[in-house]
């Protein structure tokens, strides 16, 4: 049997046993991350779909190419299941489950919850628990530790728990699971250093050790918090500097010329994305249990929250000005679906609220992205699933009172866009470097 005291001798020879819990966006990087770097891995996901799709070797993220994955269910080193009864087989198993706010803006444990009871269902001796998952301070040791207990096995002695939060940015070339640093806390100094070992074994960008899991949860927070508050900062700029007449976009790039003391940030439609929306409300939540209010992080909720109602109302007025023209049987195009351009991910991209409100007022509204050839949604915006791209040929044809670019992704054409639309409200300056029909672009 397994003891965890031996633990870092198997990681560093390859012989410990991995097993990811939860394949999206930051899961199946980390199988490949943990594949790549010599280590036996199982996928674990209640999704069969997703299992079958990589057992055929096809991947179903886009920025993972189709050849990585063809490689790994290749490779005798891998395993895709939905049987929880093969947790038990590995030395490390690591926790990649969404944790999304409910409709009063808590935290949704359910997914972490029923993960940790089924790994403590055939927990051992010997292994080494980590949860990847964002959450609030107190996650791992308030509400997991107990629940593995549960087995009968005590934590610290029998087995080992830890926290590494995940700071995946789907689509960034420079920095991905392999390169970004791992910020890892442990439930005591065994854990920590099985799970640094670990991390220095499977990835390159090195591991940030920290005194204890709140505090590596409490990292995360502060991650994705300071771009909240800085997003809701240049937001509420905008909205200041348009009635000014100044250009937010012109301020921003003479600004960022500045080599120290500021860093840029950049105005759009609504924030996107699974965390920078979601994760300062973890904080915001667990600050009332100790009677703090944290009105930085509501404030800038609020702004955000109230940025695609502003674009709604600044493509009405456009056609109102200019075509003397309602929403009420307009027929718009949306340009992205994507929380950010050049990715294929859609958790709660503004462009989902922004469809809703438009067609909530009377509009008929269609899309296209290059990335996003269906809709698939969950609870929120069901009504929009199933949607499909228009092609991009069809755009172009015309036919629609206004494009609305929610997601500026690269490789479109904005040019054409122009001289295809009678109106184009632009959420992203993806239209700066258009020189004909400037007099069609509204800025938004």
């Known amino acids: 049997m397994n003891n965890i005291n031996t633990l870092q001798d198997r990681i560093a020879t390859r012989d410990a046993g991995i097993a990811v819990i939860g394949l999206g966006y930051v899961g199946l990087p980390l199988v490949l991350a943990a594949h790549d770097a010599g280590f036996s891995?199982?996928?674990?996901?209640?999704?069969?779909?997703?299992?079958?799709?990589?057992?055929?070797?096809?991947?179903y993220i886009r920025h993972i190419p189709e050849e990585s994955i063809s490689e790994l269910a290749d490779s005798d080193r891998f395993g895709a299941t939905t049987d929880?009864?093969?947790?038990?087989?590995?030395?490390?198993?690591?926790?990649?489950?969404?944790?999304?706010?409910?409709?009063?803006?808590?935290?949704?444990?359910?997914?972490?919850?029923?993960?940790?009871?089924?790994?403590?269902?055939?927990?051992?001796?010997?292994q080494l628990v980590i949860l990847e998952s964002t959450t609030y301070p107190g996650t791992t040791d308030g509400m997991m530790k107990p629940i593995l207990e549960e087995s009968g096995l005590v934590c610290g002695r029998d087995?080992?728990?830890?926290?590494?939060?995940?700071?995946?940015?789907?689509?960034?070339?420079?920095?991905?699971?392999?390169?970004?640093?791992?910020?890892?806390?442990?439930e005591g100094d065994a854990a920590r250093d099985a799970a640094c070992a670990f991390y220095e074994a499977a990835t390159t960008g090195g591991t940030v050790p920290v005194s204890d899991t709140r505090t590596a949860e409490a990292v995360k927070l502060m991650e994705n918090i300071f771009r909240s508050v800085n997003i809701a900062l240049v937001n509420e700029l905008k909205v200041v500097y348009s009635e000014m007449?100044?250009?937010i976009w012109e301020v921003i790039d003479a600004a960022k010329s500045k080599p120290f003391g500021y860093m840029p940030f950049y105005p759009g439609p609504g924030l996107g994305g699974h965390c920078i929306p979601i994760d300062p409300f973890y904080l915001t939540w667990k600050a009332r249990e100790y009677e703090v209010t944290t009105r930085f992080i509501e404030l800038a909720g609020e702004i955000n929250t109230a940025m695609p109602g502003r674009v709604v109302a600044r493509l009405a007025e456009e056609l109102d000005r200019r075509f003397a023209k309602g929403l009420?049987?307009?027929?718009?195009?949306?340009?992205?679906?994507?929380?950010?351009?050049?990715?294929?991910?859609?958790?709660?991209?503004?462009?989902?609220k922004l469809m809703?409100?438009?067609?909530?007022?009377?509009?008929?509204?269609?899309?296209?992205?290059?990335?996003?050839?269906?809709i698939q949604t969950g609870r929120e915006h069901a009504a929009l699933s199933g949607r499909e791209s228009l092609p991009?040929?069809?755009?172009?044809?015309?036919?629609?009172?206004?494009?609305?670019i929610v997601t500026d992704h690269d490789d479109l054409d904005y040019a054409a866009l122009v001289a295809a639309s009678p109106l184009v409200v632009d959420t992203r300056n993806a239209t700066h470097l258009v020189s004909e029909g400037q007099e069609k672009i509204a800025p938004a």
């Open 392 to 404: 991009w040929d069809t755009v172009l044809a015309g036919g629609h009172d206004a494009a609305l």
């Open 245 to 247: 007449g100044i250009d």
């Open 84 to 126: 929880s009864a093969r947790l038990a087989d590995a030395d490390i198993i690591l926790i990649c489950v969404p944790t999304p706010l409910t409709a009063n803006r808590e935290p949704d444990m359910r997914y972490v919850e029923v993960t940790t009871r089924t790994i403590a269902d055939v927990l051992r001796p010997g």
């Open 328 to 352: 009420n049987g307009a027929e718009i195009v949306l340009i992205g679906m994507a929380y950010k351009k050049n990715v294929d991910d859609i958790r709660e991209s503004p462009a989902l």
């Open 356 to 374: 809703t409100l438009l067609e909530e007022r009377g509009a008929m509204v269609s899309f296209h992205d290059p990335y996003v050839q269906v």
């Open 159 to 186: 087995f080992l728990l830890a926290y590494s939060p995940e700071r995946e940015d789907p689509g960034n070339a420079q920095y991905g699971t392999q390169q970004i640093p791992k910020v890892v806390g442990g």
């Open 41 to 59: 891995v199982v996928g674990f996901d209640t999704d069969p779909g997703k299992i079958m799709d990589l057992k055929a070797g096809h991947s």
